[in-house]
């Protein structure tokens, strides 16, 4: 945990450059195990739960972008880190984006993941929130969010191992935390010039990712000056978990 307000739960292995892995808007930090084994033996990897996530507090009655982009400080400040590559998945996406916004000169590396671009605006903004708050706002459950949600957001070659973990990570949501992020994500306005991004930045999509489909990672790479481009063949929106070989396969060759 660190010592600021609100406290923020890591985990942190390993020892040499770091590596921030940033969860998405229905994660946590256990969603990055599979990282942190592949590369403990050869970085200081860091494992985080956004402020209300997870182990770690909520602050407030409302939460902003630069909250989590904060979170993201509080944590490399906590450990004494001063710079660091950061990847993050989906929203996770947004929030490292979000970091390199305000603080260019932490960042070693960007790794987006199945995101939006911080210089695109909402699109189908009022859909979004209808699929993901439904289930909640008619009085069911995560367990019921988790049933709605996991179908429309996995790949082919999910297993029912994967499934086990991405539901438990929908589960573990906090209702209320959840809907003031669905409802501060689609308010959200385009905050970076992508093409002011300097530092070495891949960009990684999935062929069957219907939330953050192959078209709009390509917008992405074509929007940020020599980023790197990799589309998974067989994987929806979880990347990290469907395919961990080809997600770590495709870090390891990025990261020096």
């Known amino acids: 945990m660190t010592r600021t307000q609100p406290r923020i739960a890591f985990e942190v292995q390993g020892a040499g450059p770091a590596i921030v892995f940033v969860h998405g808007i229905g994660g946590n930090r256990s969603n990055w195990t599979d990282q942190i084994e592949a590369f403990a033996s050869t970085h200081q990897v860091i494992a985080m739960d956004l402020r209300g996530y997870g182990s770690s507090e909520w602050q407030g009655d409302q939460v902003a972008l630069e909250d989590f982009a904060a979170d993201v400080a509080a944590v490399l400040d906590e450990l004494g880190i001063p710079k660091a590559h950061l990847v993050g998945l989906s929203m996770g996406g947004l929030v490292v984006q979000a970091f390199y916004a305000k603080w260019p000169g932490r960042v070693l590396s960007l790794v987006l993941a199945a995101c939006r671009g911080a210089h695109a605006p909402v699109a189908n903004g009022e859909e979004f929130a209808q699929r993901r708050l439904a289930p909640l706002r008619q009085g069911g459950s995560t367990e019921a969010l988790a049933e709605t949600l996991l179908p429309t957001l996995v790949g082919p070659a999910i297993t029912p191992e994967m499934l086990k973990r991405l539901r438990q990570s929908l589960v573990s949501l906090v209702p209320a935390n959840y809907i003031k992020v669905?409802?501060?994500?689609?308010?959200?306005?385009?905050?970076?010039?992508?093409?002011?991004?300097?530092v070495p930045t891949l960009v990684l999509g999935g062929s069957h990712d219907k939330l953050a489909p192959p078209e709009q990672m390509r917008d992405i790479h074509l929007a940020i000056p020599q980023a790197g481009l990799s589309i998974i063949e067989n994987s929806g929106h979880f990347l990290n978990i469907e395919k961990p070989q080809e997600f770590n396969r495709l870090l390891?060759?990025?990261?020096?």
Not at 183 to 196: Q, V
Not at 252 to 256: D, I
């Open 182 to 198: 669905i409802e501060m994500r689609i308010a959200l306005k385009p905050f970076l010039d992508m093409s002011r991004i300097t």
């Open 252 to 256: 390891a060759g990025f990261f020096p």
